[in-house]
């Protein structure tokens, strides 16, 4: 099983999540994250005091998925998040070697 | 500079009185007429406008002839100055306390909203106490009663539900003592804006019992309860050197003498939350109709033209603030209108009472140009950490108040006015400047080396709501 | 304890008298004055201050004998207590909306402020139908006028542009109508703080209009409205026994009734806003000012007192209870200030109108430390889930509020006070905390088997913003 | 609808007039009773129940054989208007600014609080410099005069420590004039409902400033200030259709020209923080007090009438609001609630002083049904983006009030009503929404075409603290 | 070493640590996550406005373990997440290659 | 590639972030998370109440470096987020299988 991460802009949460739905991906976990990256965060002056906000508000998506199905949850995860602009984010893979469902006990890719 | 620098003597010497009791020097001793604030003399027309004459037509319940020169109680205006009260209490409670509120870091917003609660706990029942008597009881020894009132009114002795207080005559004196008492107690909870985030809540509250009654009371007396600088002349409708000017100062030595925050410069500390800052600056507003207009201690035409310039001065500043934003900065800011408007409004609190409202509208233009000034150019420029401008604001734009008082003051609007003066008008801020200086100072060092000023760096690190209070946000 | 159990008793057979209509056994007719409630005794020497005398003075419009006697509208009076009505209404929503809103988790911060906003929709209704009526309208039947009033101004008929309540002479009806209402509304929402984050939303709606119809109005009467304990000469300047024990005893029966809140004493249920209650308790003692202060009827001295002893009690409490605190969980919290001005609040009420400062400063003391002895002690002890402590604060700071008013009520301020009496007022603390728990716990009974009470467990784990409500906070 | 026609005529002529100055059409002079719009009349028979005959009875002051004539200035009808002047204030600073605020994505909340802030501002000026006057000055032109007032108080020139504006005639004109400008302050406030969260900061300042002068000014002159709406006995009490209907219609404008937000429909757009909301409908609820009672510039029964009325309708609007929302949509939340009381507040406005309180009730529970209407249904079934209903609660809620003052005014409530009639209050209605709808059309095409409407869809995304303001939350 | 990652239901969040600490945990990281999966997010109505809330607000723990105890964690948050109903939860293990206690420098199994 | 997960104390943020951009890390995805450890919460009372509050604020970092570079970033990081005093977090190791940048499409170690 591998573990997918995406960091993506917030407003194209429900895409990603309606592309992934569809590339058969049953379950998914949402955090609010900040990013660092090439694109800049904003500059707040407040009554002269400059504060640089170097962060850009982002989600984190982090999907388990069977192994034969990661390659197309990165492609919907690809095609659904993307704007063009700098800062779309990034998609990363590992391996996830045990996975279990609490309410059954199920594991492995039942668990899924 | 001459004068100034004897000011600043003039303002030593208060202190050193007012601590250790020691006579007045003769040269302080320039002719203040007999106690007679403005407030008291505006009651006089004011009352003419009421229905007054009727106590003259009623000969039935015939008074003692003293009473009959006495002016009868008036309800409206009681009315209005019971209002007025309320006003001003809730613009310490809830009202200064989310304008600070919302101007630090999430992790000291309890502990500053705390501070302005607690010193409206505390200021209270030192008001009672003694505040009251030393601000506005006569003192029996002459010389003394140019700086500061008696102790005859303590714990509010004397005080009957027949009484009134010489400035104002048609209102009960229990109204006359609850409305000072709420100038007394958002006067110190202002300078709360200079040492936010940093000190100690025990160190909070024992600088305020002191500062109230070595600064406060005796600034109060001197200017509306019948000390030297009313007795000069010094116009001051509702507290523009008294409480402002006095604030803004007490606000700057606290900055300069505590140091700046930890992190100042490099840490982020943009203000965490400007809705809550901006229901302060709104309650601020509305509730200094009642500290301006209710400062006419009637309800009549004064109280209006003093309501209408409050509003003017504080939206020209708004304005003017958000424009210089504009320009400086490209954006205009939520916090800049904010700022802009309270310094509109401590600008014209001096004047509300004097000026027109032509003359409301220039104050209002200046003093959110002077706040400007004081809150973004002068604090960058002096590198102190005045956390949320207590100087910049109230110091600053109070003190363009004072002065424009005294250029501006329109004899058709009050007849006090008359007698207006720049120069007896900074006579009255540079003494204020100084003795507030000195004596906050001196009351800092006291505190500094009994309870302690600041917190220590792990609790300001951790921020003041759970190292001051055991107590966080949780949302 | 003879007597105490006799009023126990008392208490009973007002409820079922109220029930069933019977009539008042001849045990209750403690030959009570004829009507004269406090406040409409406190209104003669305050027209006097007034411009009474022109009337008199004014042959011309010459009115009928009978109106002669009648005292004219005061448009001073009518102004403060129209303000102070508003001021009572925010006490309400916002004021105390916030002040338990920011008490509870996050996950019931809607349903909580809704139930303060929605209690002041059906009271404000209920009481032009049938409340003001029950409470201030004499009831054609002696026996029962001693408990309830009759339903001739049901739906307000037989008010007209020119009546007035003989509480109130100077003041048009309308308006005494208005103020009185907001005290309608604001007791069944105290009671709020005892079953929140837990209740269904339909129970509150109708335990509400039964509590109002069933306890607060035949209180309010007998107290106020002409009836037994007002006749007794139980002194309640403002409402601390109508009011506040009343609500708190209610609030008591509820969290008795209801049980605990689910995972109560493991799961973290810390107050998740703090700065929602400090609004919340600033607007509830700045208008407080209208509910004691108002409650003088008129814009006099009596008000001025009432509200100079309602800050001062205020702020004693708030310092007791941070002094206790400090003392007890080593740091002293903005929940502490807040808890205990609202005790200070409750305890002065039935005395803000009869004590001097003095009093008032004895009164804040104790009550701010019964507050705390109330809501951290004694729920504590007996393990019942009051969650924001409605008992705690506002029973027994109103209990410890009532008993005072006996020992320190000073004629000199309000000649009322002159036959105060620790056993009379105990006698109303005692009939009132019987008639309340009776009389609550039926209701209590009445709703649980009609609409059900408390929200399924699963409602209540979710949150009752989202499963009463369907609504939740997204920041 | 022959004579619907005419009206939306009527409107076109009126923009035409004030634009370009042009002489008023023969058509539109229907013989207009000189000046004498509803709360002037009322000033006479509230002035009966003050000590009014005092006056008469003091002959020493003799006053000038016209001044005798005049009533004097009452000083609790003065302090009853400062009151509720200060209440009107804090209807949109906080008040209003916290509904919206509350209502609209986080990313907006301080651009949109900003709004009613920097609109109080602006509009306080220019109400200074010529708002008043062509509301409440005559103008010369007597054709004219029908539609707009005159510029000779611009900047308030000749208003003086003894001038009265003869609409209230006991009062300083100063607090007149204080009391009218937070209602101008208000009605553009408002608007901003309609075009939340997607327009320019800059667009907002201008189109404010036009709206107000072009649009609110000969609105308000033509039904209160002497022009043809009054003159044709269109009883508006306290705004119904020169606020409510007026702002509504111009929001319906702005919806329809600005088009919907980016998302709409698509996008999560649910109101933030709910709290927020309710702490601005309390504050809406209670400053309505100061609307409507005020608006009988005087402390008598009619304002006493006016309050009850105002809080019957606001109680039995929200019920309305929630019995059905808990009908359709299974749970009755908060914003129900809110929304039902601003309806119900809006509805009864310019009945507040016409009708009594059983007519009130009927008044709520119809507004409070027509806002669940308008802002739930119609804006359904019409797909406009009325961002926070400013036309769903505003507009129809305003234009079911005003019809329903035409059917139930009763005149032992006021004498004024007795004329009283659907069809006038219908011309009224249709006039208003004639003129505002093509007027606001106009002001929008000047803005768009100047310094532009809409924000970029870039700086929408952002949001427009950040984008517009360089501001954000940060908890 | 291992990642445990467990995704449980807001208010499991003290029961689920105590039966970690119970079975040798010693640290562990916790994150408010918002959740899709089986269980349904609740729809909210304002002034007739339909929102569609897809995600449910969990807990996301993530505890580094040594390889012998990574099976008795699990089946701790098992025990403890368990409540039966939808929305139990999901663990997932990933192998974890170094650790570092920054106080100490410690690294591998010491640094737990 | 490795993924650098460090939890440490909130206000070494920006330190650590300097410090991680020193040793050319060019993107970083941050958490507000809450720690469990050795250091202990706080104990709040509120009315007689005592709530333990047994987590920590801490953020944690995450960012994808490649194999080459993560021995630096594992560095930087603790010399910039150490106080010495307990609390100062974990930085855990994690091998990634793949990386996507979703604006340009580009993989594997050009992605980061
Ligand atoms: N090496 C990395 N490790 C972890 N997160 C990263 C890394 N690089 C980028 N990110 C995340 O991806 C987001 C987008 O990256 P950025 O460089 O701004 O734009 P782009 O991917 O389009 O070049 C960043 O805000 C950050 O959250
Ligand atoms: N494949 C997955 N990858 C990541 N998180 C998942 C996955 N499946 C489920 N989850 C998380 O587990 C939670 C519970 O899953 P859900 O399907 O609702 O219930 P259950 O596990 O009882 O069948 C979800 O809300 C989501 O946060
Ligand atoms: N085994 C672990 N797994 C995941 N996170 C951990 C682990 N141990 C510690 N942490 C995180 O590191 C933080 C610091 O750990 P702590 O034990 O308090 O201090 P120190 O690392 O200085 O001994 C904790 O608050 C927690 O967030």
Chains 1, 5, 6 share one sequence.
Not at chain 1, 38 to 56: H, L, M
Not at chain 2, 99 to 116: D, L, P
Not at chain 2, 194 to 223: D, G, N
Request: proline residues 4%; glycine residues 12%; charged residues 15%.
């Amino acid at each position: 099983m591998k573990l997918i991460i995406a960091i993506v802009k917030p407003f194209k949460l429900d895409d990603v999540r309606e592309a992934l739905v569809g590339a058969g991906v049953e379950g998914l976990t949402v955090s609010e994250v900040k990013g660092y990256g090439r694109q800049k965060g904003q500059t707040e002056i407040y009554r002269g005091a400059e504060y640089q906000v170097n962060f850009v508000p982002k989600v984190k998506l982090e999907a388990v998925v069977d192994d034969s199905a990661a390659g197309k949850a990165v492609e919907a995860i690809k095609a659904a998040a993307a704007t063009g602009k700098i800062g779309d984010g990034k998609i990363f893979v590992l391996n996830v070697e045990d996975a279990v469902r609490i309410r059954t006990g199920e594991s492995g890719t039942a668990a899924l | 500079m001459k004068k100034s620098g004897l000011q600043k003597l003039a303002g030593l010497a208060l202190a050193a009185m007012i601590a250790g009791g020691a006579f007045a020097p003769a040269a302080l001793a320039q002719d203040a007429a007999p106690a007679a604030a403005p407030a008291a003399i505006e009651a006089a027309p004011a009352a003419e406008a009421t229905p007054a004459p009727a106590v003259e037509a009623a000969p039935a319940p015939a008074p003692a002839a003293e009473e009959a020169a006495k002016p009868a109680l008036d309800t409206g205006d009681t009315s209005w100055v019971l209002t007025s009260t309320a006003l001003v209490l809730m613009m310490t409670i809830p009202g200064l306390a989310l304008f600070y509120g919302g101007m630090v870091r999430r992790k000291n917003v309890i502990a500053t909203v705390a501070q302005s609660f607690a010193i409206t706990a505390v200021i209270s029942v030192v008001w009672m106490i003694a505040g009251y008597s030393l601000s506005f009881s006569a003192n029996g020894n002459e010389g003394l009663n140019k700086v500061i009132g008696g102790l005859g009114n303590a714990f509010l002795s004397g005080m009957t539900m027949d009484s009134t207080n010489s400035l104002a005559a048609t209102i009960p004196e229990s109204v006359f003592v609850m409305f000072q008492m709420t100038f007394a107690i958002i006067t110190p909870a202002l300078i709360a804006g200079a040492y936010a985030e940093r000190m100690k809540f025990s160190a909070v509250l024992v600088f305020t019992v002191l500062w109230s009654l070595f600064i406060y009371a005796p600034t109060a007396h001197a200017v509306w309860g019948g000390g030297f600088l009313g007795g000069a002349g010094v116009l001051d409708f509702a507290g523009g050197t008294v409480v402002h000017i006095n604030a803004g100062v007490a606000g700057l030595i606290c900055a300069l003498v505590l140091g700046r925050r930890k992190g100042y410069g490099s840490d982020n500390m943009a203000p965490h939350n400007l809705v809550l800052t901006m229901i302060g600056a709104s309650l601020l507003w509305v509730g200094w109709f009642g500290f301006n207009a209710g400062s006419a201690v009637g309800s009549n035409a004064l109280a209006g033209i003093a309501m209408l310039n409050t509003q003017v001065a504080a939206a020209a500043a708004a304005i003017a603030w958000m424009l210089i934003e504009w320009f400086e900065r490209k954006k205009p800011g939520m916090l800049g209108l904010a700022s802009g408007a309270v310094a509109g409004l401590v600008a014209i609190t001096p004047a509300a009472g004097f000026v027109n409202p032509q003359g409301a509208l220039i104050i209002g233009l200046l003093g959110g140009a002077g706040g400007y000034f004081g809150a973004v150019w002068l604090k960058r420029l002096l590198k102190y950490d005045d956390s949320l401008d207590a100087f910049g604001v109230h110091g600053i734009a109070g003190i363009i108040g004072a002065l424009l008082t005294g250029v501006l003051a329109d004899p058709a609007v009050n007849s006090l006015g008359e007698g207006a003066s720049l120069m007896t008008q900074l006579y009255g801020v540079a003494v204020t400047i100084g003795y507030a200086s000195v004596g906050t100072f001196i009351i800092l060092m006291i505190v500094k080396y009994t309870v302690g000023l600041r917190a220590s760096e792990e609790a300001e690190v951790e921020g003041l709501d759970l190292s001051q209070h055991g107590e966080a946000l949780h949302d």
